[in-house]
């Protein structure tokens, strides 16, 4: 266990230390969320007038909710380019090498991702209280969105690290990216689920993310619903995402 | 002159070449902008019920947003190329035979438009297919291409002159956030009149992508506006004579130093 979490500490104190030293990698992981955030919530408010749409805490609310998931979710995707990147460059087989618990470097990872979200999601709430977004949920309800988001950040953490582990090139960037942007996107990101219509409906009543952003929409107005949903889904998630990595990294290790 | 002519249609020839046997260059650019169509098509064709919206259609409204992006990319993909010609010191070789310097920035940018016409052809084609009618018709069609000539020089130009200058794929490559930037900020989602937002609606009307947006819209939805199509070609004639007037200057002085 010891040399587990010392593994983990040297791996997440070296991404961490790449991430707030280096602007390459910290500017597009804050200024995505909040561009995403500013163009939705200053060009699309005028959505909220649609006939139907009852989302009492505002537009600005709605779509927070939605930039603060993607955040978490893309933390993890932005942490498995980094593991891409360190089997391109070489350093992957010298730390597998070096590492006398390979399972610290998974946690090492996922540590890091995790702060990575937190300074995000910290500068995109300061952003959005600035906005003056209105919240109508308690601290209780609070603590579940956040809560939901960090498991959601895991889960894309554990899922991009199993294929970075099992590709191992940089150019498995899109293989990482495209399905968590595609389930994200296929959500019910501009109106709320019963506003959709054709197609889009029925992609977006499938989809296991849009129980993630009801659930979270619902805290932040103070009326949780689907919560008991949406934790059972990132839980499944991630326990599926976490079989994925380990499996993963034996793919690796075993390639030498 | 036809020295010149035949050495820019072997560079520009050598541009398309170079990307076609990419193929995450040539689908990327072909179905990324399709996906988000759909996405945001889908998902935000209730905002079609809002007074003064234009059109019954969000997918027609938001059909010119693939040709806007997709210039954005040819003009990524196909500059970050030119910039490893730089980096791989392609340019300096080039730079000891006749090829003029004019005639290389010609050749390059006639590729890369080249590519975005293709694309084009591939969105029209999409759209119609998925039951979009253009308001002005074949004719239409004929300038939507036109137009989408002088988005992507106007792309390619600024494009060209970021390779040229820093010389560097990273840097070219770093510019696709700053080009979305200026995408999102605009009227892609919303008629500028119904956008709420008085800060947004006041950066979406400075921003020239909102013109070249709205003038490939309004041969889709309304017809001919010569207005809309005015704005667009003087926003894309704008951004192609800056781009061009830097990426000449940025060669010059990258030849000096060679």
Do not use: C
């Not at chain 1, 839980?235 to 976490?242: K, P, S, Y």
């Not at chain 2, 059909?63 to 010191?89: K, M, S």
Request: hydrophobic share 60%; net charge positive.
């Amino acid at each position: 266990m010891r040399d587990t979490v010392a593994v983990a500490r040297g791996v997440s104190w070296r991404v961490l230390h790449a991430f707030f030293t280096n602007p390459a990698f910290l500017l597009p992981s804050l200024a995505f969320p909040l561009f995403f955030f500013t163009a939705f919530v200053g060009g699309l408010s005028r959505v909220s007038q649609i006939p139907g749409f009852d989302f009492p805490t505002g537009y600005t609310a709605f779509q927070f909710v939605f930039v603060l998931l993607q955040s978490a979710a893309f933390a993890g995707v932005f942490t498995g380019f980094g593991i891409a990147r360190d089997f391109d460059s070489g350093f992957m087989r010298r730390l597998m090498l070096a590492a006398p618990k390979r399972s610290g470097i998974l946690l090492g990872y996922a540590f890091s991702a995790l702060i990575r979200w937190l300074t995000v999601a910290a500068v995109v709430t300061v952003v959005a209280l600035l906005a003056r977004m209105k919240i109508d949920g308690n601290g209780v309800d609070l603590f579940g969105l956040y809560t939901l988001a960090l498991l959601l950040n895991l889960a894309g953490t554990l899922w991009a690290t199993g294929v970075a582990m099992r590709l191992r090139t940089q150019q498995a960037a899109p293989v990482m990216q495209m399905p968590v942007f595609l389930l994200l996107f296929f959500a019910p990101v501009y109106v709320p689920l019963g506003l959709l219509q054709g197609w889009i409906h029925g992609v977006a009543s499938v989809n296991p993310i849009t129980p993630l952003l009801e659930a979270g929409r619902g805290f932040i107005s103070g009326q949780p619903e689907l919560a008991l949903a949406a934790f059972a889904i990132t839980v499944g998630l991630i326990a599926g995402f976490g079989l994925w990595a380990v499996r993963g990294l034996r793919s690796a290790e075993a390639a030498g | 002159m036809s020295d010149a002519l035949i050495q820019a249609a072997t560079l520009g020839r050598r541009a398309v070449v170079r990307t076609a046997r990419q193929p995450a260059n040539v689908i990327f650019p072909l179905i990324f902008p399709m996906l988000l169509l759909a996405v945001n098509a889908g998902g935000l064709r209730s905002a079609t019920r809002l007074p003064g919206f234009p059109t019954d259609s969000f997918l027609a409204f938001a059909l010119a947003i693939p040709f806007v992006q997709g210039a954005l990319l040819a003009t990524i993909n196909a500059n970050v190329e030119f910039a490893r010609d730089i980096q791989t010191g392609f340019l300096n070789r080039l730079a000891l035979t006749p090829v003029r310097g004019i005639v290389l920035l010609v050749g390059q940018l006639g590729g890369l438009i080249t590519i975005a016409v293709a694309q084009a052809v591939f969105y029209l084609a999409v759209a119609v297919a998925f039951g979009v009618r253009l308001e002005a018709g074949v004719g239409g069609a004929a300038m939507i291409l036109l137009l989408e000539v002088a988005i992507a020089l106007g792309f390619a130009a600024l494009g060209s002159w970021a390779a040229l200058r820093t010389g560097s794929t990273e840097a070219v490559q770093g510019l696709f956030p700053v080009f979305f930037v200026f995408l999102f900020l605009s009227s892609m989602n919303m008629p500028r009149n119904l956008i709420q937002t008085d800060w947004f609606r006041w950066v979406a009307t400075i921003n020239p992508v909102s013109y070249l947006i709205e003038a490939v819209r309004s041969l889709v939805i309304e017809g001919w506006n010569w207005e809309a199509l005015g704005l667009g070609f003087a926003a894309a004639g704008g951004l192609s004579l800056v781009g061009f007037a830097l990426a000449t200057h940025a060669l010059w002085r990258r030849l000096e130093r060679t």
